[in-house]
């Protein structure tokens, strides 16, 4: 995987939220959960970092963390 979703969890804490309701909110959609839960493979769109960024009052960095590819040098 590329890129760590795993701090998200604290944001998501500290605004008093959850993905699932970000999802009812429509700021995220379902797959998009799912891919930031890691239960699904694939990116995340940049339109849909700028909507989390924007609800939850952070930068991407925040949430976000690149993971390189131990196999790729």
Known sequence: MAMDYSRLGDILKANGTTLYKLNAEKVIGSATRRKLLGQQPGGIDTRTIEALCKR?????????????DPDEE
């Open 56 to 68: 939850l009052n952070c930068q991407p960095g925040d949430f976000m963390t690149y993971v390189p």
